[in-house]
């Protein structure tokens, strides 16, 4: 739980790098790659992820501009450029908007009544879980992996070592 503005900041910053490192890593031709036929593609998946983060934000009290024209998925290299840009932009805001009492307020989020802090926390949730999906879908259209929370397959065979199974 963030009990300062500066500990929510700082969880924000480590996970765009994180972010920031799988978006880097796709091509153009891997956001086609679909699960299956009538599912989300990759790149559905990645650019929905990134033009959320200003709607949440801005549903609760950290206004940040949209990102224009959302419903079309633009380039591999497009969507990593907007997500450093909205990634900045919710840094700054809430370095100048937000004070360590807000994340204690309280208000209604999804039907239930939350933290600020617990929100944010969800938000940060709800990009790891897409990135999660990203990186697998990243993985059945033959792309490698970066490490994330440690190593990946081809960061295991980097360091000399057969993954574990």
Same mark, same amino acid.
């Given at each position: ?17 994180? %972010?920031?490192?799988?978006? !880097?890593?796709? /091509? #153009?031709?891997? @956001? ?6 009538? =599912? +989300? $593609? ?48 919710? %840094?700054?805001?809430?370095? !100048?908007?937000? /004070? #360590?009492?807000? @994340? ?6 999804? =039907? +239930? $009544? ?52």
């Amino acid at each position: 739980m963030y009990c300062t503005v500066e500990d929510l900041i700082i969880e924000w910053k480590r996970e765009a790098v994180l %972010t920031e490192k799988i978006l !880097e890593s796709l /091509t #153009d031709e891997a @956001l086609l790659q679909q699960v299956y036929p009538e =599912g +989300r $593609t990759l790149g559905r998946i990645a650019w929905h992820f990134v033009t959320n983060i200003p709607d949440y934000l801005t549903e609760f009290g950290v206004p940040i501009a949209k990102v224009p024209n959302s419903n079309v998925v633009p380039s591999a290299k497009e969507i990593t450029e907007v997500f450093k840009t909205v990634s900045s932009q919710a %840094t700054n805001a809430l370095q !100048e908007r937000w /004070t #360590d009492d807000m @994340l204690k307020h309280t208000q209604n989020a999804f =039907g +239930r $009544t939350e933290s600020n802090a617990t929100i944010f926390m969800g938000l940060i949730k709800h990009i790891v879980h897409h990135r999660g999906q990203v990186t697998v879908l990243m993985r059945q259209a033959g792309l490698s992996i970066p490490a994330v929370y440690g190593p990946s397959k081809e960061g295991w065979a980097q360091i000399g070592i057969t993954p574990p199974l």
